[in-house]
Nanobody, 118 residues
């Protein structure tokens, strides 16, 4: 079992920045995929940023150039740095981890709310 705890959400005006953090209960060396997802009101949860085996990263087109994902392996923490925030970035942001042993294990954090006002 992996516990994921997010923090850093809040309210910000358009154009502002926020940094989300997600602390995992075990070392990233055992986790193959770490990602941030978000779910806006009335919409499906969608991937925002993904890092695979601590190397390659992928971003949703809507956040490319504005968001970055990084990890601090010593702290078992993944960050989502969000800049130039837009009202459409308003959502609950979730941390997501996948361990491919097999079987594949998938874990979600409880989410943190980001509200961007215009």
């Amino acid at each position: 079992q992996v516990q994921l705890v997010e923090s850093g959400g809040g309210s910000v005006q358009a154009g502002g920045s926020l940094r989300l953090s997600c602390v995992a209960s075990q070392s990233f060396s055992s986790i193959n995929v770490i990602a941030w997802y978000r779910q806006a009101p009335g919409k499906q949860r969608e991937p925002v940023a993904t890092t695979i085996n601590g190397g390659s990263t992928n971003f949703a087109d809507s956040v490319k150039g504005r968001f970055t994902i990084s990890t601090d392996n010593a702290k078992n923490t993944v960050y989502l740095q969000m800049t130039s925030l837009k009202p459409e970035d308003t959502a609950v942001y979730y941390c997501y981890a996948v361990i491919i042993r097999p079987p594949v294990e998938r874990y979600w954090g409880q989410g943190t709310l980001v509200t961007v006002s215009s």
